[in-house]
T-cell receptor, first 114, second 119 residues
Framework: DQQVKQNSPSLSVQEGRISILNCDYT??????FLWYKKYPAEGPTFLIS?????DKNEDGRFTVFLNKSAKHLSLHIVPSQPGDSAVYFC?????????????FGKGTLLTVNP | NAGVMQNPRHLVRRRGQEARLRCSPM?????VYWYRQLPEEGLKFMVY????????ESGMPKERFSAEFPKEGPSILRIQQVVRGDSAAYFC?????????????????FGQGTRLTVV
């Protein structure tokens, strides 16, 4: 029972172009969403987050869009750089007493080609 | 995230042995979370601890697994009588508070993980 789904296991883009990573969720109780970046043999690093009261959050080259009605979010990276090559995990947490608990997707491997 | 220290980085155990994974949180953090990543999967929550207390162990298998976070020293995830299905990467995260990880100063920082291989 996957509550957070990243349906694209991998994505390849050219340096300088836009990378769009997608994530869908099924749990209506999720109200906070995060993206983590992970390099091989390292732990996940927090990238950007968004609350369900917003539909967009921007931080430099990274923008996260949230469509609550579609239960869909996406991460845009513009312009993409070779150093962005990593696995990107979408994660979500519920409101209420268990809001410390993150539910992760399976990840999308992004490769940015020079 | 380099502040959360996990050791060992790699651990090989034979079936039936015990595995002990250690996690030292970032300085000033009193909340520790353990996650497991099975091959081809995302990270899955296992347990949330504060000093000397288990707050939520709902994600931890009922048998063979235990966790502690003593008053002094690192948090320990212990797996008894390991089986091949326990082979995974185990990640520890810490935060200054136990609420809404990822938001401002409640961000949870992950360690580099321990890769457990059961042979």
């Amino acid at each position: 029972d996957q509550q957070v789904k990243q349906n694209s296991p991998s994505l390849s883009v050219q340096e300088g172009r836009i990378s769009i990573l997608n994530c869908d969720y099924t749990n209506s109780m999720f109200d906070y969403f995060l993206w983590y970046k992970k390099y091989p043999a390292e732990g996940p690093t927090f990238l950007i987050s968004i609350s369900s009261i917003k539909d967009k959050n921007e931080d430099g080259r990274f923008t996260v869009f949230l469509n609550k009605s579609a239960k869909h979010l996406s991460l845009h990276i513009v312009p993409s750089q070779p150093g962005d090559s990593a696995v990107y995990f979408c994660a979500a947490s519920e409101s209420g007493g268990s809001n410390y608990k993150l539910t992760f997707g399976k990840g999308t491997l992004l490769t940015v080609n020079p | 995230n380099a502040g959360v220290m996990q050791n060992p980085r790699h651990l090989v155990r034979r079936r039936g042995q015990e595995a002990r994974l250690r996690c030292s949180p970032m300085k000033g953090h009193s909340h520790v979370y353990w996650y497991r990543q099975l091959p081809e999967e995302g990270l899955k929550f296992m347990v949330y601890l504060q000093k000397e207390n288990i707050i939520d162990e709902s994600g931890m298998p009922k048998e063979r697994f235990s966790a502690e976070f003593p008053k002094e020293g690192p948090s320990i995830l212990r797996i008894q009588q390991v089986v091949r299905g326990d082979s995974a990467a185990y990640f520890c995260a810490s935060s200054p508070q136990g609420k809404r990880v990822g938001l401002g100063d409640t961000e949870a920082f992950f360690g580099q993980g321990t890769r457990l291989t059961v042979v």
